[in-house]
T-cell receptor, first 113, second 115 residues
């Protein structure tokens, strides 16, 4: 069985500061990893995905994430956040055998002026 | 492009009532999913359908039934609603489920309250 752990339920940060949202996963097989963002009262939008190849992946809105197989992590980073980045962020994993994504519990990013 | 459309957006039910949540996608995707979102628990899979005519249970299927009416539509039915089913429900679709590589696209959600 696969699982996803997002260690921080809330991350407050000041505008223009860097941020890292942590995600760890467990799976017995190779995985594909995703980060989604959910703005208030909206559905989930894909930020970025890791399928194979380079372990550093870039997504929309200036976000990037690094896949670390030895640490089973896929942390999301942004060097300088904006107020508009305030949202909930979900890490998700899919393996080659399953047919649905498994989600973490989410991290609420609160950007303060 | 409409993407994934869910109806209704909001619903209040009394305990014991039944209702069906509708979902349709116009992206010619093979796989469709129903998730529920509860505070602090992320999204949990209720049911999914890898292709037209097939459905499978997810992590929390009890109290729900689904129908994959055709390739576009995947409905979720609550036969006898309970307060524990108060949640936000999301429908999602994905092009190809076999390799797990393609991302899922989500609807805007249905906020259901059972009183």
């Amino acid at each position: 069985a696969q699982s996803v752990t997002q260690l921080d339920s809330q991350v407050p940060v000041f505008e223009e500061a860097p941020v890292e949202l942590r995600c760890n996963y467990s799976s017995s097989v190779s995985v594909y990893l995703f980060w989604y963002v959910q703005y208030p009262n909206q559905g989930l939008q894909l930020l970025l995905k890791y399928l194979s190849g380079s372990t550093l992946v870039k997504g929309i809105n200036g976000f990037e994430a690094e896949f670390n197989k030895s640490q089973t992590s896929f942390h999301l980073r942004k060097p300088s956040v904006h107020i508009s980045d305030t949202a909930e962020y979900f890490c998700a994993v899919a393996d080659t055998g399953r047919r649905a994504l498994t989600f973490g519990s989410g991290t609420r990013l609160q950007v303060q002026p | 492009n409409a993407g994934v459309t869910q109806t209704p957006k909001f619903q209040v039910l009394k305990t014991g009532q039944s209702m069906t949540l509708q979902c349709a996608q116009d992206m010619n995707h093979n796989s469709m999913y129903w998730y529920r979102q509860d505070p602090g628990m992320g999204l949990r899979l209720i049911y999914y359908s890898a292709s037209e005519g097939t459905t499978d249970k997810g992590e929390v299927p009890n109290g729900y039934n689904v129908s994959r009416l055709n390739k576009r539509e995947f409905s979720l039915r609550l036969e006898s609603a309970a307060p524990s089913q108060t949640s936000v429900y999301f429908c999602a679709s994905r092009l190809d489920s076999w390799e797990g590589q393609t991302p899922a696209f989500f609807g805007q959600g249905t906020r259901l309250t059972v009183v």
